[in-house]
């Protein structure tokens, strides 16, 4: 015959399960994060918006901002245009939602950007770029395709 | 007040206690979700909805979850939903509002076994991982049918993205699942202590 637990054994039963539930399903998922791009100096970048009615060129350069984020930001910077993101810590990155005034959503078209012609599974601030990179921002309605 | 409203209200509502454990639901459910809003599938409102149907009942099955989101959606819309046109939010809020009633639907069938044990709280939480799962999948066909259906994804290429973001989700329902269980369950077993407090004189009365 098994013996009932008492409430105090069944809570702690309880606590022990649920905190090994949560610290493993944590772990996963703080290891399947997106690992963070150092700084480093890059040369020949080069930037192209396609904003299907306007297009947008910048470089090549030689600069620090290594991510296709941040090198979206310099150009924005330089050539005065502005950029809207939305930011996510968990999945930790950037969601760029508008481009000189062109937002997701207008006639169900979204930014996405190819590095290289590659599209990225993370966010554009977790990509990074190497020398003599073309980073493509396209507003577009499908999706994954060559750049 | 018409009396016949009056008894039907007192009958939606409950008494005082259940009313203010109500309140407080929906105003955790609120400003969890909202503290959140950064964190994707981070919330408040699943939780709320499940204990507000298997501790509360009543009309509070109902209420909770619909006027937290009321109090949440606008907020978001002007966050994170700001890329989307105003038919793609509303499709997706239709989906987002069935699916947490469907939550307090479920835990309003738990009620008559929901009381102040662990057994209550581990069941609780145990039902809330396929409900968190289902509410996902159930979101996923609104998403599909007002974002990716539209960019040419296919449903399959909907879930493959999905499974992050339910396994963030499943890791909020197993975090605040037990926390607000368990405290609402104490707060509706044993009521407020200050209330309690307020109710019993300091010492006897000698007049009637």
Known sequence: ?147 | MNVRWRAALERGLGDRKTRMLGLLLIGLGALGTIVMRSDANFETVFVASLVAGSVLGRWWTVIVPMAILAIVEPVLWGGPYAIYSSHVILGLTFFIVTGFLFVGIVGRRLKPRVVFRVKSIALLTTVSIPMTIAYDLWTDVGEYAFIARPMGLTFWNVLEAQVPFTLYHLLSSLIFVPLFGSGILMLHALGWPHAEEATVPAEPADEP
Do not use: C, K
């Open chain 1, 1 to 147: 015959m098994v013996a009932r637990m008492s409430e105090r054994l069944q809570a702690v039963v309880f606590v022990v399960v649920l905190g090994l539930a949560i610290a493993g399903l944590y772990a996963y998922i703080q290891v399947s994060q997106p690992p963070p791009v150092t700084a480093s100096g890059v040369v020949r970048v080069s930037l192209l918006i396609d904003g299907a009615a306007w297009t947008i060129s910048y470089g090549p350069v030689e600069t620090w901002n290594n991510t296709a984020y941040s090198l979206l930001l310099e150009a924005s910077t330089t050539l005065g245009f502005p950029v809207q993101a939305v930011h996510y810590s968990i999945p930790n990155g950037v969601f760029v939602t508008s481009i000189n005034g062109t937002t997701n959503g207008q006639d169900g078209r979204y930014w996405q950007f190819w590095v290289d012609g590659a599209y990225p599974q993370v966010g554009a601030d977790h990509v990074a770029l190497a020398d003599g990179d073309t980073v493509t921002w396209r507003f577009i309605t499908n999706q994954g395709g060559n750049a």
